[in-house]
């Protein structure tokens, strides 16, 4: 197997923006996105978005992951949606599962389960048919559980 070639087809289904870029507009896209720097507008991508530094964003994605990144949008996720310790979200989610050690201000609407560690803050309505809570972690509104 050419693994060389392998690799390079694998770089270049990932989008990138460095730190210092900014970016306004839609951005659409087969593969992964990684956004170090400031973007405005839509992200759509088949597979996982990355932000570390952002601006406003509507994202529709496989999986958003964020790394000490500030959000505002709205959020629809096939999969997983993971806010580190040094992010905040503020707007709705729609996904698979939460997993949450920062901030998020929305509500909810999750497939699977949510997961909120010890310094999660969740300011708007939950629903999902599975939840896991670390103490310390704070939930303001309401919490529906469905059936899975």
Do not use: H, W
């Amino acid at each position: 197997m050419d693994t060389k070639n392998a690799a390079a087809r694998e770089a270049s289904d990932k989008t990138y923006f460095a730190p210092g870029t900014s970016f306004e507009g839609t951005l659409t896209t087969p593969g992964d996105v990684e956004i170090a720097g400031e973007f405005t507008g839509e992200i759509v991508s088949d597979g996982k978005v990355s932000l570390r530094k952002v601006g406003d964003v509507a994202i529709s994605a496989r999986d958003l992951e964020l790394l000490a990144a500030v959000f505002k949008g709205d959020v629809t996720v096939v999969g997983d949606v993971i806010v580190d310790a040094q992010s905040s979200l503020e707007g709705n989610i729609r996904s698979g599962r939460v997993l949450c050690e920062g901030e998020i201000r929305g509500n909810l609407n999750v497939r699977e389960d949510v997961v909120l560690g010890e310094g999660a803050r969740v300011i708007g309505d939950v629903t999902t048919p599975s939840m896991d809570v670390a103490l310390g972690a704070v939930i303001r509104g309401q919490l529906r559980m469905t059936e899975t």
